[in-house]
């Protein structure tokens, strides 16, 4: 005779309900876009009986959840769209909501029209996106935060007057580090450790870097790795070209590259190795000879693809901010008019751009796309005139 669920030994079934109803088996890939994320919780499991539903609930229960009130209905559509952060729940069923271990309170005391409350929840694995969120809008409006008032209340939903460890403080508070210069902050809840708040208030209280820092620092990087490139430390190198772009705040996973902060680098620059130029004019170079190096080092490490993707998507970005066109065919108007105009015209970190287009063929024609190799060296041969290896190229493809 088969056995039963209800058979099976308690710990078994624990372990189910675990693997069912946790977080990290819960977060679903979004199909319509790319890099976010949903939680698709498999609650039904809770109407099957009785005792399934208290020995599922309190596997349930493990999982970790903020909730989120502010006073803007928007804040909900940026935190998901620009933030990535997949939300819970929201609205009526968010403003009822209990079992949360920290609820993250925001007023505007200033704002007008900032009477309303509007409440989401997320999971603790997904807080850290939330602060660097709101880190973000802080750069890119500078002195935000100076209206805001943020209230963290700490609880154990499940066990009142419980005190949460330390480790699980620390995962829940710290991330607010990166939230500065408040009108008010407080820590309020269930017996908050002192050494939590103490390490919380001196990430709080530390400087964001200034846009001359950022800058300097990602130069330094980029110098690291191209002296790694040429040591033949290629992964080194690509490791660091990334960091490179974490500095001036844009993020790179995998193929996905997420830019931040823009607003933040738009003034003259007052010290450091740029000084009296432009912050949103030198990142806007650094990203171009740090996507050509990042080419150059997959075509280093033979991963064409990759040295391709790469390349193509900063072609096709350079020619939809030239022209305007939005198309995702690299061939594509190639080899018309606007190229050679491009060419003559003073365009930031132009021989970068050459490479680009260059390193860009060689991955192609590595790939066997041989019908795409021809404009992609006539473009770099427009961008790199005095180079000999590229017009000698561009003599063989005709």
């Known amino acids: 005779m088969p056995l039963r669920f209800l058979d099976f030994p308690a710990e078994i079934r624990e372990q189910i309900y675990h693997e069912v109803l946790c977080t990290a088996n819960s977060r679903r890939d979004h199909s319509a876009l790319p890099d976010h994320a949903y939680y698709d919780f498999q609650l039904d499991i809770l109407r099957a009986n009785r005792q399934i539903y ?24 940026h935190i998901s769209s620009e933030g990535k952060v997949p939300i819970v729940t929201a609205g009526e069923t968010a403003d ?15 704002a007008i029209g900032a009477e309303e409350e509007y409440s989401m929840v997320i999971c603790l694995e997904d807080l850290e996106g939330f602060t660097r969120t709101w880190r973000h809008s802080n750069l890119n409006h500078p002195g935000l935060n100076t209206h805001l008032r943020l209230t963290l ?11 949460i460890p330390k480790d699980l403080q620390n995962r829940l508070l710290l991330p607010f580090g990166m ?12 017996k908050v450790l002192p050494s939590v708040k103490e390490s919380l208030t001196q990430t709080q209280d530390t400087p964001e870097p200034t846009p001359e820092e950022c800058l300097d620092r990602a130069t330094s990087i980029k110098d690291e790795g191209n002296k790694l490139l040429l040591a033949g430390e290629h992964r080194q190198a690509l490791q660091k070209y990334i960091d490179a772009f974490a500095a001036i705040h844009i993020d790179v996973s995998g193929r996905t590259r997420s830019i931040y902060a823009d607003g933040y680098y738009i003034r003259q620059l007052e010290s450091g190795l740029y000084k ?23 075509l280093k ?16 970005l350079f020619r939809q901010g030239m022209t305007g066109m939005i198309s995702s065919d690299i061939k594509e108007d190639m080899t018309t008019s606007w190229l050679a105009e491009t060419s003559n015209m003073h365009i930031p970190a132009k021989a970068e751009m050459g490479k680009i287009f260059y390193r860009t063929a060689l ?25 000999e290896q590229v017009q000698r190229e561009k003599t063989l493809v005709g």
């Not at 490490?301 to 096709?316: D, M, Q, T, V």
């Open 363 to 387: 991955a192609t024609r590595a790939m066997g796309k041989n019908a795409d190799v021809k404009n992609l060296i006539n473009a770099a041969a427009m961008f790199l005139p005095y180079d």
């Open 276 to 298: 009296h130029q432009r912050g949103d004019y030198v990142r806007m170079v650094l990203r171009i000879k740090l996507v050509a190096n990042v080419v150059q080092t997959y």
């Open 179 to 190: 939230v500065k210069d408040l009108q008010r902050f407080d820590v309020r809840g269930q």
């Open 96 to 110: 009822t909501f209990t079992a949360f271990h920290l609820w993250v309170w925001i007023d505007a005391p200033a």
């Open 301 to 316: 490490l033979e991963e064409y693809a990759e040295a391709h993707f790469w390349g193509k998507r900063s072609i096709i």
């Open 153 to 163: 209340t700490l609880q154990d939903p499940h066990v009142p007057d419980r005190k």
């Open 54 to 77: 208290h020995e599922a609930k309190k596997a349930f229960q493990d999982n970790i959840f903020v909730k989120i009130t502010t006073p803007w209905p928007e804040a909900l559509e």
